[in-house]
């Protein structure tokens, strides 16, 4: 299957501090990605859609000004907390279709980035 | 609006058992995607599965089995012949033609293989 990565896989910060984390499609490109949420024991949670030369579409009750996301390339997809507060611990996960962006393609997972907030 | 329930939170049994995970769905649209992914302790989401609503023959690929049955809306997952490696949490999710790509993921079901 297609190779989603992330970066970093793990990160730990203070509260108040803004942390960036990376989504890139390896060997595809992806005009869209999603970004989602997993709380421990829970399922993923959609937070919203990156678009490439676009802006992103945010779900409902999600804050567009504290997590701020950029789709610089058709491979790279970019998830800023800002001001991050101990809630906003949790396990970020992001996903690409590859095929272009179909409703048919399947949707490959990045493996994840586990944020930890003092 | 769409919806997956997995009704099973966890399930434990003993290596070389069978196991069922139970999925249904809700949705008006008539074309949808139903998915199945794998969870292990690591974290990453596996791909397991993709059956679009207009296919409802069922699939085996190795130890893994899916039935689908749209007339009681379920798309569940069999496991034969369970191994430890199979410890893992297990999601179903929807995709509905109208929406896109967007995922909705039941709540998972945890499954413990036991030596």
């Known amino acids: 299957g297609a190779v989603v990565s992330q970066h970093p896989s793990r990160v730990i910060c203070k509260s108040g501090t803004s942390v960036k984390i990376e989504c890139r499609s390896l060997?595809?490109?992806?005009?869209?990605m999603f970004w989602y949420r997993q709380f421990p024991k829970q399922s993923l949670m959609l937070m919203a859609t990156s678009n490439e030369g676009s802006k992103a579409t945010y779900e409902q009750g999600v804050e567009k000004d504290k997590f701020l996301i950029n789709h610089a390339s058709l491979t790279l997809s970019t998830l800023t907390v800002t001001s991050a507060h101990p809630e906003d611990s949790s396990f970020y996960i992001c996903?690409?279709?590859?095929?272009?962006?179909?409703?048919?393609?399947?949707?490959?997972f990045g493996p994840g980035t586990r944020l930890t907030v003092l | 609006a769409q919806k997956v329930t997995q009704a099973q939170t966890e399930i434990s049994v003993v290596e070389k058992e069978d196991v069922t995970l139970d999925c249904v769905y809700e949705t008006r649209d008539t074309t949808y995607y139903l998915f199945w992914y794998k969870q292990p302790p690591s974290g990453e989401l596996v791909f397991l599965i993709r059956?679009?609503?207009?296919?409802?023959q069922n699939e085996i690929s190795g130890r893994y089995s899916w039935n689908f049955q749209k007339s009681t809306s379920s798309f569940n997952f069999t496991i034969t012949a369970s191994q430890v490696v199979d410890s893992a949490v297990y999601f179903c999710a929807l995709s509905e033609a109208s929406a896109g790509n967007k995922l909705t993921f039941g709540g998972g079901t945890r499954v413990l293989v036991k030596p």
């Open positions: 060997d595809f490109q992806a005009t869209t």
């Open positions: 996903s690409a279709p590859a095929g272009g962006g179909a409703v048919t393609d399947t949707q490959y």
């Open positions: 059956r679009n609503s207009f296919d409802e």
